[in-house]
């Protein structure tokens, strides 16, 4: 139970059972990494690279996987939960519509995170997944937890997906701004297919329950007062919510978390934290660790050390287990938007003795644990108080609709910022999160920035706020997105000629897109052919390109007559210039093409 040794990827559960593809994915998630976001349409796309990251990932299948997944997909994050990113990757424009920010009642948070997959097969039947985690959809490498359950008739237990259904349905409601009625209508769908079917139980549990806590049909805290074992993992707790703890509890989790609450808050319960070793990456105990934006760590998530969340309780003959979201505060159970699934099984397997158990078969959890005891007094914690003041501050400017709005004059693009400001804790800075930090301005009622280029133009606003209280200085960034007034309409296509702005580049994505088993030697020859290039400068020869990328896989692909000709066909149509003409792929290409598109069309 909660084997070390045992590890799980993210990517690795967003890839389609064999002879299923996504059909859709709602994801929700606290905090949000624009990059990591990139590479669930890798994934779902089941290509090899995913496993590289998204540096290490194919651009062209980086690309068609985001063009061709992610309108199929929709992130609910928090309101200003989004995190600067270092590098603003244009990619992200093809994805800038799933991504939906919400807001609770003020003094709660947006803190669920899961995933919910709809996979069809040639025959249009649905299959479901549900993927329950602790780690939002960040880069993050921190000890996390992650469940993944399908649905499974042949499962000998079984657990309801109406809670599930009903959270989804739920949550377009708590939206900061109108939804996109095809994202609305893409939730709405997969909770209705989703209401009336069942989820394996994952073995060896032998029962199941969704509890999405924070919403009408959410719980309330489940631990007994009393129980023959317990254990809680938790990265963060308050005193109200460990006095609810049955006596003699083992609690794991962080130094400063045990600090803040003190020696007499925890007296009687046996206190654990990560052991050195165990609490960071090798990366990190190296001092090689790569760094983000400076302050984009909200103030109730961590990117390394403890983050799962447990609780594990024995009573009689059988094990609980509550895995997901919710930390063991009573802001998590009382009033939070969360999201768990409470299992049940034999204490034997299952619960906070199969947890604490270690032995010569299999390594424990508790190899990588040790006693810790908290400071006498409780310590304030001014920084952390001040990070949630901020977080707070963003989420009031996230929720009061700023408006991005661009204007075009001389070749050059304008844009201003329009924001109704809630108070100010301190000083505060934004840009486009597209341009450096030496672009931030003032936050004003209006803020604007001249003389952009086409790249420069994106809904997202980075957000910095400083305050400095008590000789304490916090400064905390994050991410806003705004709405987009006045943009070119065909922002997404010119982003794409861009990226496609050679005839190699292109000729790669068509390999791609027309691709099937039989053409392996020609794609791998297409991909690899720039290497041995006589001229040296990324041309072609027209004959060879011919004979390979354009004759045998477009006569494949329409006597396959699956959907790769209708992508390729999308693709043509997204290339063409404000004249509605194509890149000169030769005359050949473009008689083969109309051949293939016409012997289609007269189906």
């Known amino acids: 139970m909660l084997n070390p040794d045992v590890r799980h990827l993210l990517t690795d559960a967003l890839r389609p059972p064999h002879g299923w593809r996504i059909d859709a994915a709602v994801a929700t998630t606290y905090t949000l990494d624009l990059n990591s976001l990139l590479l669930a349409p890798l994934s779902m796309a089941a290509y090899d690279q995913v496993g590289n990251g998204i540096d290490g990932a194919a651009p062209h299948e980086l690309l068609e996987a985001i063009r061709r997944y ?5 992130v609910l994050c928090q309101a200003g939960g989004i995190h600067v990113p270092s590098t603003y990757r244009k990619l992200t424009v093809f994805a800038e519509e799933s991504i939906i920010e919400v807001a609770p009642p003020a003094g709660r948070v947006f803190h669920p995170k899961i995933w919910v997959l709809r996979f069809t097969n040639v025959t249009g039947e649905f299959t479901h997944r549900l993927v329950c985690l602790s780690r939002n959809l960040t880069g993050d490498r921190s000890w996390d937890t992650v469940l993944s359950t399908d649905e499974d008739p042949s499962a000998t237990h079984q657990m309801a997906a109406r809670p599930l259904s009903g959270f989804l349905r739920e949550l377009l409601d708590l939206s900061v701004r109108e939804i996109p009625p095809k994202r609305a209508e893409l939730v709405r769908d997969v909770a209705r297919t989703l ?39 938790s990265p963060f707790l308050d005193a109200t919510t460990v006095r609810k703890l049955p006596a003699g509890a083992t609690i794991v989790s962080r130094p400063d978390t045990f600090n803040r609450l003190g020696a007499a808050a925890l007296d009687g319960f046996d206190t654990q934290v990560l052991q050195p070793h165990a609490d960071a990456p090798p990366e990190d105990l190296s001092g090689d660790n790569e760094t983000d934006e400076a302050g984009d760590v909200r103030p109730w998530e961590v990117k390394t050390g403890l983050h799962a969340k447990v609780l594990a309780w024995d009573s009689d003959r059988t094990a609980h287990l509550l895995t997901g979201s919710a930390n063991a505060t009573s802001a998590a159970f009382g009033g939070n938007i969360e999201f768990g699934v409470l299992l049940t099984g034999p204490v034997s397997s299952c619960g906070a003795a199969a947890i604490l158990k270690d032995d010569d078969k299999q390594t424990g959890f508790t190899r990588l644990l040790q006693p810790f005891q908290a400071s006498t007094e409780p310590e304030p914690d001014l920084t952390f108080d001040i990070e949630r003041e901020i977080e707070e501050f963003h989420i009031a400017l996230a929720a009061a609709m700023p408006v991005v709005t661009i204007s075009h004059a001389d070749g050059q693009y304008d844009a201003r910022l329009d924001v109704a400001r809630p108070e100010d804790p301190g000083q505060t800075w934004v840009r486009p999160v597209t341009l450096k930090p030496q672009h931030d301005r003032p936050l004003e009622d209006s803020t604007g920035w001249r003389g952009l280029g086409h790249p420069d133009i994106t809904p997202f606003v980075a957000v910095r706020t400083r305050v400095e209280r008590d000789g304490v200085v916090v400064e905390r960034s994050s991410a806003l997105r705004a709405e987009l007034v006045g943009a070119p309409e065909d922002r ?3 982003v794409l000629r861009e990226l496609l702005s050679k005839v190699e ?3 790669r994505y068509l390999a ?36 390979l990328i354009l004759l045998e896989p477009l006569v494949r692909a329409a006597a396959r007559e699956d959907d790769s000709i209708d992508r390729v066909k999308a693709l043509m149509d997204d290339l063409r210039d404000a004249d509605g003409k194509l890149p000169d792929l030769g005359a050949d290409f473009e008689s083969l093409w109309h051949v293939v598109l016409a012997s289609k069309e007269a189906r």
């Open 70 to 74: 992610a309108e199929r997909t929709v």
């Open 195 to 233: 209401r009336d079917r069942s989820l394996a139980v994952p073995s060896p549990f032998t029962g199941g329950l969704l509890l999405p806590f924070g919403t009408s049909e959410g719980g309330a805290w489940p631990v007994p007062a009393r129980a023959d074992r317990s254990v809680v993992i």
């Open 492 to 494: 997404s296509n010119r």
């Open 505 to 507: 580049d292109i000729l």
């Open 512 to 547: 791609l897109l027309l691709k099937d088993p039989g053409i392996d030697d020609v794609a791998s020859a297409l991909l690899d052919s720039t290497n041995d290039d006589p001229a040296g400068d990324g041309s072609w020869g027209s004959s060879w390109a011919d004979d």
